[in-house]
């Protein structure tokens, strides 16, 4: 991952927006200790658009980062898992294998000097990201599937559920009954999009550049 803005670490700048850092990525299968890991002009990229050094400065932070996934021998053919949260670090659960990362560095990246080396070593894990605490509006629910269990060689495997609560849901009688929406997210931490205290009566909108508009 390599970076312009020094506000943050470069992973922490890989998102969906028009503002987005670049980032290359390579597989690798059976990597040690001690091994390289090469990632030159042929890695695949994203977003593409950047790939010009024209358009960079010379100096620029840049970070690595190996996200593991696990292999799941399943009946029919083997199934590969990453870990949740590649980013930011890994959510807590069965299939957490730790991620690590290098310090960002700086490194000269100038097209008119042509090619040139540089080495990062991996030498820091991310840290499990703690469970969200359930509020007065969000519950959260984590059960073990057996049907996972069985396919993940023996494996315990569960599944979870971020719910949010209607208005006096701890008040109503047991008897009350409400209508249920279900979406199926990739993982998420949390509910997002949802706040429990109200905002700003003084709030201005924000610009999307993605958007050109402003939101609210």
């Not at 593409?48 to 593991?68: D, E, F, I, Y």
């Not at 659960?93 to 097209?111: C, F, L, N, Q």
Request: a positive charge; aromatic letters at 6%; charged letters at 25%.
């Amino acid at each position: 991952m390599i970076s312009t803005n020094p506000s943050a670490e470069p992973r922490e700048q890989i998102t969906d927006d028009p503002k987005t850092q670049q980032v290359f990525g390579i597989d690798v299968e059976g990597l040690g200790p001690g091994q390289d890991a090469v990632i030159d002009a042929t890695a695949p990229r994203l977003p593409a658009r950047q790939h010009s050094g024209r358009s960079r400065p010379a100096s620029t932070a840049w970070q690595a980062l190996l996200h593991k996934y696990e292999t799941f021998h399943r009946a029919r053919r083997p199934h590969r898992e990453a870990a949740d949260g590649p980013w930011r670090g890994a959510a807590g659960g069965t299939r957490h294998r730790a991620t690590s990362t290098a310090r960002p560095a700086e490194v000269e990246i100038d097209p008119k000097k042509g090619g040139g080396r540089s080495a990062v070593a991996l030498d820091k894990v991310i840290p499990p990201i703690p469970d969200p605490p359930t509020t007065r509006y969000i519950k959260h629910e984590k059960i073990q599937s057996e049907a996972a269990h069985e396919v993940s060689g023996g494996r315990p495997m569960f599944l979870g559920a971020h719910i949010l609560l209607p208005e006096g849901f701890r008040r109503a009688p047991r008897r009350a009954r409400y209508p249920l929406v279900i979406f199926h997210g990739h993982h998420p931490q949390t509910f997002s999009g949802f706040r429990e205290e109200p905002p700003d009566p003084d709030l201005k909108p924000d610009y999307s550049e993605r958007f050109q508009s402003q939101r609210i």
